[in-house]
């Protein structure tokens, strides 16, 4: 097990690597994929640390179109399900934010957030 001291390190480590990796990226790009992949990273770590949301969003849905008791079901479920997919598509723009993968840097979730206005009630992905 590491010690807070070396998790540290890692860390400074992985961000330095992550830095060095984009370098040739940045530095052949032009100024508006500069921006794209800004936005990518700012899009995948918001993703990130709200796909939680998700599971209380979705159980508050399906009590609206459904009642409680599938709220707490089916919902909770669907919350679950959507979280996982909105926190794994966060990390995964994280990771390759200095890369136009898809092209474009768009965004691999549709809604881009989870409180995007388009991203309530009933607006299952497709």
């Known amino acids: 097990m590491l010690k807070p001291a070396q998790w540290r390190i890692v860390t400074i480590l992985l961000i330095g690597g992550v830095i060095v990796a984009a370098s040739p ?3 052949e790009s032009s100024e508006m994929e500069a921006s794209g992949a800004l936005t990518k990273l700012t ?3 918001i ?22 008791a599938a709220g707490l079901t089916w919902g909770l479920l669907r919350g679950i ?15 390759t934010f200095p890369f136009p993968a898809p092209p474009g840097y768009k ?7 989870v409180f995007s206005e388009d991203a309530f009630y009933g607006d299952d992905p497709e």
């Open 81 to 95: 399900g959507y979280g996982f997919i909105r926190t794994a598509a966060g990390a995964y723009e994280l990771v």
């Open 43 to 45: 899009r995948g770590a």
């Open 107 to 113: 965004t691999v979730i549709q809604p881009e957030y």
């Open 25 to 27: 990226a940045f530095a």
């Open 47 to 68: 993703n990130l640390a709200t796909g939680w949301v998700e599971v209380f969003k979705r159980i508050h849905e399906t009590s609206l179109e459904s009642g409680s």
